[in-house]
Each structure stands twice: as C-alpha cells, then as structure tokens.
C-alpha cells in the first residue's frame, strides 16, 4: 500500500516536472508578461520599431510587454538568448535584415541556426537607411558628397552600427561602386553612431531612417539620400541614391517578429493574427509610417522565405565588400 503511494506520488510529481519543461501548448496564452529582446542598443531603428509595435501589441495580447535591449556581438548576444529561450511565447525577438540575414553570412560560426532555430511571426516592415552628413559638412547632395570624399580620401569618417551591419554595407556597397576610400568607425549599436554624427564626431552615417527622421527634421544632421529605389515619402525631395549618380544601388532595410523555434503553432499564430491587427491599427500604422517605414504584415511562412532569399542576397554583398566579422 505504503509502495503504491509512494510510486503514485513519484509519477505525479515527474509527470508535473515533465508537463512544466515542455513548451505550452498555446491554451490560455497569454497569461503573464511577455518578453520582446531588442538584440541592439537603444537608440537605433531596430529599438524604435519594437518599442512602438510591443506597446500597441501588449493591448491585443492583454499583457505587458518589456521591451529588453541585450546589444553586444553586433546583434548576436541578444539574437542567441531568444535562440535558447524557452519556445513556449513569452520571449520574442525583434529581428532585421542584420540579425536574421546579414549576419548569419557575416559570421563564420554563430552559436544558433538563423532558420531552424526561430519561428518566423510576421513581418513589420521595411525602411530606407538615408545617408546623412553632419550639419557643418560643406555638402548638400550625393554627388557633392562623392566629389567631396573622392577629393579627401581616407578622410571623411562614417559611423556603422558594427562591422558587416547594414549601416556599414550601405557605406562599403557605396566605396564599392565608386571606388572611393572613407575610414569607417564601427559602433556597438546605431545609437552611439548617432550621437557623434550629431556631436560632429563623426561626418557621415547612412542608418535607418527609423532612427534618423528626428534628427533630420530638427536640422541636426542633414539628408543626402535614400538607399531604396524610390523616394520615401516623409523626404519627398531627398533623392535616391540610384538617381543620384549609383545607378542600381538598393539597401532596404526590414524588421521582423520572431519566436525560438518549436513554439506551438497555435502560439505562432496566435501571435501573427494580432501582429497583424496592430498593424492595421491607425495609430501604430501612423507612428511607424512618421518613422518612415512602408507597414506591412506578412503570413509566417511568407516571412521565413523572405529571410532565406535574403540570406542569399547578403552572402554575395558581404562576399564583394569584403566585410569580416570581428
């Protein structure tokens, strides 16, 4: 009797450790705050775009969502967290072209598989990076600032958010096509960069207009050019750089929602039907369209393609530009 007790109590128990370990299967989710890792510094267009997508997120899903900035390793130390997370929905990531598909091609060797190992969510959008030039630099266009460095080589410094980002890519892609030399000065993050074009530290960035937009209203910095192949339509008269004298040149940026692979499907889709619906929301679609960037949801699948397309796109620019993970 005293055995069976004890053999019945023993199953309970591993039952219940057992039932705990495994992902949930989605019922009653959300039930507690969720967890949004921002894998850059803050400041930048990846952190500016979370922040406003968990806030009208939070509201759909009926709990808080922190918004944690884990920067370091160009995007890698907080892009691996969510890699090891729990697949259970209370950890996502907002990913980009540089976590999700330039730097899987950048590293030789990254401690997660940027496919197997997330579960794509939705899209969020996508947005030009605009070059931009300190306010005392004596340039008021592309080809001026082309003129400019070609005539100062090695001198005209620009900011990256961390080598083979795509802040940098934008810059090297640009050395590339013109063979002109500019010193880059690689950054832990977008914002940092920011700060010291605006301080004077630094004459050039070409970042995510995300980021960027404030501070080109304000006069602080000024627009030389958009890295789409049209126009953005908060700088209507900011030319592209393809018709400013790089014919063919395109970087858009793009910004994803992700969860660690083997999340419940019915978590996943939970997740995309209200990704979706904040999207389509007035207020947030305002927001993000004030920060530049053109809204638009996606299916999960449709995401995870898009990322594998991009990861092919990025292996051939990071080959050419000869950029290297430190």
């Known amino acids: 009797m005293l055995k069976t007790a004890v053999y019945t109590v023993a199953t309970l ?15 009653g989710y959300p039930n507690r705050p969720i967890r949004l890792i921002v894998p850059l510094a803050p400041g930048g267009g990846t952190d500016t775009v979370g922040r406003l997508v968990a806030a009208r997120l939070s509201e759909g899903l009926g709990q808080q969502i922190v ?83 070609r005539a100062n080589p090695g001198k005209i410094s620009y900011g990256s958010s961390g080598i083979g980002s795509a802040t940098h890519l934008s810059m090297a892609l640009i050395s590339s096509m013109t063979g002109i030399s500019m010193l880059h000065v690689p950054y832990k993050g977008a914002g940092a960069a920011v700060a010291d074009v605006l301080g004077g530290q630094l004459q050039a960035l070409c970042s995510s207009l995300a980021g960027l937009l404030p501070h080109i209203k304000s006069g602080r910095v000024r627009a030389l050019g958009v890295t789409t192949t049209k126009r953005n339509p908060q700088l209507p008269d900011i030319a592209t750089l393809a018709e400013s004298g790089l014919p063919g040149y395109e970087v858009t940026i793009w910004y994803g929602l992700f969860a660690p692979g083997k999340t419940p499907a019915t978590i996943i889709a939970r997740l995309n039907t209200e990704t979706a619906k904040a999207l389509n929301s007035a207020d947030l679609k305002e927001r993000l369209t004030l920060q530049g960037l053109d809204v638009g949801s996606s299916t999960a699948d449709e995401l995870t393609a898009f990322v594998k397309a991009e990861t092919v796109k990025w292996a051939k620019v990071v080959k050419e530009s000869g950029a290297q993970a430190e």
């Open 13 to 27: 128990l591993i039952q219940g450790a057992t039932a705990y370990a495994q992902p949930t299967s989605g019922a």
């Open 67 to 149: 918004v944690d900035n884990r920067g370091g390793g160009g995007g890698v130390v907080g892009t691996d967290m969510v890699a090891k997370a729990t697949a259970d929905g209370y950890t996502l990531l907002m990913g980009s072209i540089t976590t999700n598909a330039v730097n899987p091609v950048l590293y030789k060797k990254l401690p997660y598989d940027h496919i197997r190992d997330f579960a794509a969510i939705s899209m969020i959008g996508t947005v030009p990076n605009v070059l931009v030039v300190h306010a005392s630099m004596p340039v008021k266009s592309v080809k001026e600032f082309l003129a400019h460095a």
